[in-house]
């Protein structure tokens, strides 16, 4: 037996008591006649004590070298610590080693392995196993075992069953490339990995499973933005018979229960917003709303006068910034800078303070005169003590452009807090969205989701306008689920695929199977999934996914502990019948 105890449970209830334990040597402390050892492994430290009055001397030159991470057994007497230390869960107790066993040496590790580390992020990617030894990361991925737990526990008492679908599947179009596998037995063939099991589980309703569930990686091979990965984690949920009032109610009662089980937070009926309101006061689709700033839109008391800015822009909105007129003139400046750089691409902000005593002071005064920008502060719902940003130009760049703004605003001003939860239900999705370079138009969602009922004829003469029978859940301006009520008849699959520019032959060639499938009776039928890292980091109180998956990828999608992806060798190429051209540098 390696251990009797773990080294976190020990108590002053053991003194007296002949232990084993196992672990890791966190730091050692020799002072010549005595060496104190702290031993780690998952569930704590206990203090290991070898005393040259009771120690051989044999031992106390073992213990004296013993170095980090250094892999040990011993079997020693629980005592009472004479320095007790309250911070400690075994901080009342020492162990009086009397047999020590070095199950294993280690290097010096390149970094320290401690809560607060002076390695960077690239070296303890580099060294993650190491890394997964300190206790911020393994608490995470504790905790995510806790949240997948939780699903699965509340997902199997609502009925729904955790059915398994494969991995080495046929390329479909879902809005993003796939990573691709060559087939050894099928020459010049290739299968994909999935970027969801979207086709599986439409199909598992059409068997009648009726409630399906799973926890599956999803693979897409596209440009990483930031913290996203190439292989990432889904909780994938479908359920047959339903409509779109059944999925909000079933998966906004699975938030809640997480919320409560994890959290501890009583959340009340989540509150719904339409797509198009959400990009009018907000900006996104993902709106956080725990805190205000909502868009005021100012065209009407901006592009009277001569100020060829908001008179040439299509679109004119301002947000008032909580108690901002605190703001410098070289703290405006800098946010000015701050919305000029490419990632959001705005040429200027126009500002104007509301001041204690009532009047305003802005950087457009020789245009807009006191009512003028009074009328700015009521369009916005301004205070006194606050601060106007105004921004103008094109409708759908402007929006995204204050919406960056806001987002900044309020993580400078303390008002993301990480300890809040503001769940919210996105509705009614355009169906269609245009590609403004090509001029055709793609699936918002994918090419399975529904039109809302009555609006499919509008397909042929407005399809801008047709509406999804879609929906997304957003926790604190992150988009943590989405889904839809699914097409279920060939018919109508064949209609959606006809607006996405697939001919009749391109349908049949990738979809074939699941058309089949309609004519046997298909049921009515929707469901969603769950970004699995996203949802736990922010129940976690985080935002940054990678901290919560065991072994990430950095930025470039590399693994840079086993160095993947890597070139194959002549031999696997042969055997795959393929050929690697790499660009000319």
Not at 222 to 227: G, H, I, N, Q, Y
Not at 430 to 447: C, F, V
Request: proline fraction near 5%; hydrophobic fraction near 35%.
């Amino acid at each position: 037996m390696y251990r009797t105890h773990t080294n976190g449970e020990l108590s002053a209830e053991n003194i007296g008591q002949e232990v084993t334990l196992s672990g890791w040597v966190q730091k050692a402390r020799d002072k010549g006649f005595i060496v104190w050892v702290d031993l780690r492994d998952r569930y704590g430290i206990t203090q290991l004590v070898f005393d040259e009055e009771r120690t051989p001397k044999e031992m106390m030159k073992q213990a004296q070298k013993l170095g980090r991470e250094f892999v040990i057994q011993i079997t020693g007497d629980v005592i009472e610590r004479e320095s007790k230390n309250p911070n400690m869960p075994t901080g009342d107790i020492e162990i009086l080693v009397k047999k020590v066993t070095v199950l294993n040496e280690s290097l010096t590790p390149p970094f320290t392995i401690e809560n607060e580390t002076d390695g960077g992020e690239d070296l303890r990617m580099k060294y993650r196993y190491l890394d997964i030894r300190r206790n911020p990361v393994r608490e995470n991925l504790i905790f995510r075992h806790k949240v997948s737990m939780a699903v699965r526990n509340y997902l199997s008492e609502q009925g729904f069953v955790d059915v398994e679908t494969p991995y080495l599947i046929k390329s479909t179009p879902e809005g993003a490339r796939d990573f691709v596998v060559p087939s050894r037995m099928n020459e010049g063939q290739f299968y994909a990995l999935p970027q969801s099991p979207q086709t599986f589980k439409q199909l598992l309703m059409v068997g009648g499973l009726d409630k399906y569930f799973q926890i599956v990686k999803c693979f897409r091979d596209e440009d990483l933005r930031a913290d996203r990965q190439p292989e990432f984690t889904q909780i994938d949920c479908e359920m047959a018979f339903v409509e779109q009032e059944d999925i909000l109610n079933m998966f906004e009662g699975l938030t809640r229960h997480l919320l409560k089980e994890i959290n501890g937070i009583e959340i009340g009926e989540f509150p719904r917003m339409q797509y198009d309101d959400a990009m009018r006061l907000y900006g996104n689709d993902k709106p956080d709303i725990r805190f205000g700033m909502q868009f005021g839109v100012l065209n009407k008391v901006a592009q009277h006068k001569d100020f060829g800015v908001f008179n040439n822009a299509e679109l004119v909105i301002g947000i008032a910034v909580p108690g901002g007129n605190k703001y410098t003139r070289k703290e405006i400046d800098t946010l000015i800078n701050w919305i000029k750089r490419p990632q959001v691409g705005a040429l200027g902000m126009i500002y104007s303070r509301c001041n204690d005593d009532g009047s305003f002071k802005s950087s457009v005064d020789k245009f807009y005169d006191q009512d003028d920008l009074a009328k700015w502060a009521e369009g916005t719902g301004a205070k006194t003590g606050d601060l106007v940003c105004v921004l103008s130009g094109e409708t759908n760049k402007v929006r995204a452009q204050m919406s960056a703004l806001r987002m900044h605003l309020a993580s400078e001003l303390g008002l993301r807090k990480a300890d809040e939860f503001a769940p919210l239900w996105v509705v009614d999705f355009p169906l269609l969205e245009l590609d403004e370079e090509t001029g055709h138009y793609h699936a918002m969602h994918h090419p399975f989701t529904s039109p809302k009922p009555g609006q499919l004829e509008l397909l042929d003469s407005n399809p801008g306008e047709v509406k999804a029978n879609a929906y997304d859940l957003v926790l604190n301006g992150n988009e943590i689920g989405g889904g839809s009520i699914r097409i279920h008849d060939k018919k109508t699959q064949a209609i959606m695929l006809k607006h996405l520019g697939f001919s009749d032959e391109e349908a049949r060639a990738q979809f074939g199977f699941l058309m089949d499938a309609f004519e046997y009776g298909a049921p009515p039928h929707g469901g969603i999934a769950f970004g699995l890292d996203r949802l736990v980091a922010i129940l976690g109180g985080q935002e940054t996914i990678r901290d919560f998956i065991a072994f990430p990828k950095n930025n470039s999608g590399r693994d840079v502990m086993i160095d993947a992806p890597a070139p194959l060798d002549q031999a696997q190429l042969t055997e795959l019948n393929l050929a690697v051209t790499l660009p000319k540098k």
